[in-house]
């Protein structure tokens, strides 16, 4: 049974530029969440789809957006790319309902590297 | 604003030892889930066990067991017969049930010495 799957998983930006980041959660898996990695901030809640919809957002600027599928499969996008996004991105995927029930799946995540 | 606290950024174990990881939280919500996750240097974060704050009873998974108190809002992580493979970053992480956010601690830096 194939994993998270997050492409790329490097990547290297310039400051000001757009990036799109691609997820394929399990199959069967119908909630996929997505969080940022950084040294300084450490982990934290970008935004969460099911079926298509957003149905939790964290405390990101509108940069940041994202979206889903009918097949499941999510993608983030970060616009005008600063120097502070560089980061390490990771894609959990669940069942759905509630993801506590069942324990979020990652990924090993893009490392981004805004320059 | 519901936070989780992991005191011990680094710890260190010989191998075949037990080791303790700290874990604390704070919350009003009543239902809420969990998590102990691993991140080996490869970045995925792997699910090393789970709990669900209605059930008294400590979970276990193999070597891996944790003692959670809920009114001290503590949840520790005990790792029995410590292996090399258990080098690591450990997270400690809590879900409200009405949501699907995972709210992770700093993390814990594990060496496990041979």
């Known amino acids: 049974k194939a994993g998270v799957t997050q492409t790329p998983r490097y990547l290297i930006k310039t400051r000001g530029q757009q990036v799109t980041l691609s997820c394929s959660p399990i199959?069967?898996?119908?909630?996929v969440s997505w969080y940022q990695q950084t040294p300084g901030q450490g982990l934290q809640f970008l935004f969460e789809?099911?079926?298509?919809?957003?149905?939790n957002k964290g405390n990101f600027p509108g940069r940041f957006s994202g979206r889903q599928f009918s097949n499941s499969r999510s993608e983030m996008n970060v616009s005008t790319l600063e120097l502070g996004d560089s980061a390490l991105y990771l894609c959990?995927?669940?069942?759905?309902?509630?993801?506590?029930?069942?324990?979020?799946?990652f990924g090993s995540g893009t490392r981004l590297t805004v320059v | 604003a519901q936070t989780v606290t992991q005191s011990q950024p680094e710890m260190s174990v010989q191998e075949a030892e037990t080791v303790t990881l700290s874990c604390t939280y704070d919350?009003?919500?009543?239902?809420?889930?969990l998590f102990w996750y691993k991140q080996p240097p490869s970045r995925q974060m792997i699910l090393v066990i789970r709990q669900e704050a209605y059930k008294q009873q400590n979970a276990t998974e193999n070597r891996f067991s944790v003692n959670f108190q809920k009114a001290a809002k503590s949840f520790s992580l005990k790792i029995s017969d410590s292996q090399l493979g258990d080098t690591a970053m450990y997270f400690c992480a809590f879900m409200p049930t009405r949501t699907d956010k995972l709210i992770f601690g700093t993390g814990t830096r594990l060496q496990v010495f041979p």
């Open positions: 789809y099911f079926s298509e919809t957003q149905r």
């Open positions: 919350t009003s919500e009543n239902n809420y889930y």
């Open positions: 199959s069967g898996h119908r909630s």
């Open positions: 959990a995927s669940s069942l759905g309902g509630t993801g506590g029930v069942y324990g979020y799946t």
